[in-house]
């Protein structure tokens, strides 16, 4: 079954431009729908494998917040990456996506024009909504110097165009915000596992006020998400009910035996409400929500081609964050985060946890793994995963599979799944 | 014996090495003349679709600012409300020593795929996003551009890339890259509205006030404007092609009476007719093959010499752009082969089917093509006739472009059908009248050799008709566009603003000074119903002097300008039949009655006048932008051009002398008609080449007839310029015929085709001289053409005549 409305074309002439060129954007996930492009193999997939010189690398240092909430345009990929599961009145399982992308074209020049046309930076935006009957998806591009795109830490505001996540009624600056520069109050808080529990900041704890620039909380607890597209769009309220948490060791994620890591934290505990406003009608929905925060400037070894990730919010609670990266050459990497309730993550390295593709689907023409299962013995989770609407492809610039998935097995639940690199055949 | 028979047919072309050259260089001219017509065509319809499905950069919507260029903050604001916009700057800036470069400055990442020419390389594979994006930047020109710029671009511009998508004299590059060549940092001129947006957005009005929204140029308005100019290359295609035939079938006409010999001994040995048919048939097809590949070939040199100036006349008349180089397309020249083929098989058909009836026995006399009896030729010019009163017709009963070219080709072709017959008449006119004997002899010769010579001389009047025609429409054309001209740039000077502060300038200036000011805006609007412009005027008394009206309705200044009345150009007046006193639609809600009517050669839109206050109170984009200057009595107008540059911030590319644009436009106008004048020639040239091998074929067979004069004591010699003097008489004969013939058609181009192609109507004018070159030309051609023969029959011996009375007839 093909997706009822077909995808937008994407800008073939950015799409193969970039393909061909591997700088790009990603969520480390995307290449190009180019009909019969290989996968780039030579270079892993959208070229985050490539050569980062000139860019920062990852290190373990204190993540800062709100400081890390917004750009570090000295790493060459970012991304603010929401998903939301939600239920209409009908109780029908929905997805939501709204995803901004930074991309570095070449290191900053500390001497060059903060604003201008000529910045090097490219933004990139996808929002979707996946129905159990249709996957609506859309994209935005914008340059970095002018204002069009940007992120601002607190209060907090990232945006593309009109496609906004947002602190509720945050005026965006005139401009995009100088890239890289501390804040004006000097806050932020180092992240460590100085207070407990360990790996999580507590935000909105009453004994901890100051850290950001809201009242009491992070510069996250209280967002809105809005997108729109010709056929679509959603303006959903979320509210965090938890603490951010950071993946990996304190927000080091390693990604490859060699070593290569991102920076990585997010904040699983949205509650979300809204409406999404479909070609159908509006529908008023609830569910729950993840933010995921990513950067890095070589993310993925050279022979790993494509990745599947999942998010996972289970029925006790808990929460599971997992990926797999499929490589050429030798057994996939994969990595978890286990996340109680109260937000203590449990990080799981390579091994630990276990995905198994247990049906395809024929989507865009490929066979993409439509169901999972996920293991991870350190937990006693033994799930499966089914895609609500196995055709939640992103048929954009970058394409992928991106939707939300239903959980069955030791745990009930729902959560998203994501798959890249399945190339054409 | 197929083998044998084939070989002893392929001798005649050993022998006569000659004919078989003219029969290909016939052949191989007729498709070439046929294939460049059909090569520019096909190279300037492509680059249409193109346009069309790119919809370019000027067929959306944009919003502007009037009289003021936008910021990079319009652009975010919008952006930020949804509104997906993209940005647009342009300018030109001088460069070395050469004419200046316009630049256009789009943003690469959001500007509509659609809108930046298709195929332009560095946008595709292989650029990387960094050096596009970033400075220095990277800039796309045509290749003579490219070459030019790598030498003489100043510091700092982008890292230039021949493209040939890019349209000649254009600069294209990001907006980043363009802001710093046009040191114009932060400006926008327009965004672009693109065409998919999102469900919900805020009005306009709301998120940018004091921003107009422009309409785009209409899609599909310049295949439209275009069309008949197309159409007009091809009926001059298809003109040469014909022409090119007659040739063709003269020398296989040719060639197949001199081998009726060796048919016969064919047939008698016991070949078959249809192999035989067959043999001859393969010959033909090889030929035409050759013939045609050649001809395609030199089509596409011929084309290739002619697209820059018929690109060039594209732009200059309708704003299309052509790329100046040609591609090479498959299709056509394939196309080009197969009219090779086809052409060749119609010229040879009559040859063939003689062939297939010939009679084994039969003596195989040489003999004039079969004579055509009277009743023959008054058959022929019946349907002439026919033709002549179907083409008068065709105007009457049908209008448009078809019914003018149906004119035309009913004219062309009845009056050729009729020359015959005409001529004959002629003759035997010529021969009631005369008394001495030879005289006799040459008029009852002359008649005698008409329907050999008929074809050839059908195809010099169809050329001389062709040429007398189209230099009349030309010559009338430019008399009064010149005329024209000096009547409407009646200002001294002409002056464009980029900003509303320099328009400020020039009107401090003209003040300063006491030079009459001129200012007009211009709008792009939907004239009764079709695009157009709208050009607002301010009350000058220079108008009522010299705007040149074709018929106007009482006090019609004083009401333009009061707002109450507008006017409208003869091709808007003609399309939508309009005449002073009538309303004209100039927009939703908005008519005004016409005053007058103008003429408006050289622009293929509608376009009407109102006074400037009455489009703005309508308009509020339209702020006028161009301006003319009237010198005040005793400032010469280079004094006023230099104090004008040097007193405010224009540039020197900004103001054009009165002189300068006359020139520019008369330069446009000789460039429309280069093309018509070559194919002109280059038809009248390929007459000529028809009537030298109707005349080598006669020659030939001639030798029985001109065996008993040479007997009773006519030398060779006096025979020989009896027969230069006769093609000299039929030559002038035909031209007597071409010259009202030629005069019907230029007045079908100019009252007919014209008015359906270009919405203009000209006054006709004569020129004797003209015709008195071309009879002498024509008259020249026959006389070279009959020389090769003549210098034959003068050197041939005697023993050959003397031969005619001994071989067995």
Redesign the interface.
Known sequence: MRPRRPAPPPPASFCSKYASRRSVLAHGLAFCTVPGAAPLAAQGFAGLGTEASGYAAPDRSPLVFPRDHGAHPAFRIEWWYLTANLTDAAGRDLGLQWTLFRSALRPPDPGAAEASWQVPQIWLAHAAVTTPERHLAAERFARGGVGQAGVRPAPFAAWLDEWRLAAPGADLPPRAPTPGTPLADGSGRAATASSAPPGATSTGAADDPGTTGTSGGDALDRLTVAASAEDFAYDVALTAEGPLVLQGEAGYSVKSPEGQASRYYSQPFYRAEGVLRLPEGDIAVTGRAWLDREWSSQPLADTQDGWDWISLHLDTGEKLMGFRLRDRARAPFTSATHIAPDGTPTPYSDGALTLTPLRTARVAGRDVPVRWRAELPAQGIDVTLSAVNPQAWMGLAFAYWEGPVRIEGSHAGRGYLEMTGYAVE | MTRTALAALLSHWRRRPGQLATLLMGLALATALWSAVQAINAEARASYDRAAGELGLSGLDALVRPGEPLA??D??AL????W?VSPVLEGRVAVGAGPPVSVLGV?F??AP?GA?PAG?AG????????LL???P?VAFAAPALAERLRQAAPAGWPEIRADAAVPPGQVLT????A?RMLAR?GEIDRLLILP??????PPLAEVAPGLVREAGREQGEIARLTSSFHLNLTAFGLLSFAVGLFIVHGAIGLAVEQRRGTVRTLRALGLPTARLVALLLAEVVVLALVAGAAGVALGYVIAAALLPDVAATLRGLYGASVPGVLSFDPGWAAAGLAMALAGALVAAGQGLWRVARLPVLEAARPRAWATVSGRALRRQAGAGAVLLVAGIAAPLVAGGLGAGFALLAGLLLGAALTLPLALSAALALGAARARRPLTQWFWADTRQQLPGLSLALMALMLALAANIGVSTMVGSFRLTFTGWLDQRLAADLYARAGSGAEAEAIRGFAEARGAGLLPTAEVEARLDGAPGTIRGITDHPLYARSWPLLSSAPEVWTRVARGEAALVNEQLARRAGLAPGDPVGLGPGWALPIAGIYSDYGNPRGEAMVALPALQARFPQAVARDFGLVAPAGTGADALRAALVAETPLTEGAVIDQAHVKQISLAVFERTFAVTGALNVLTLAVAGVAMLTALLTLATMRLPQLAPVWALGLTRARLGRLDMARSSLLAALTFAAALPLGLAVAWALLAVVNVEAFGWRLPMHLFPRDWAVLLALSVAAALLAALVPARRLARTPPAAFLKVFADER
């Open positions: 990079v903050v652009f975010v952006r930020r409300a949804g997906l943003d990442l959001s795929p930046l332009l946008l595709g594979e292989g650029e990387e996003p960094a994006f970033t400075a930047g990001d907006i980043g890259a802001e940092p998919d947006q999102p469900r919900a957005r």
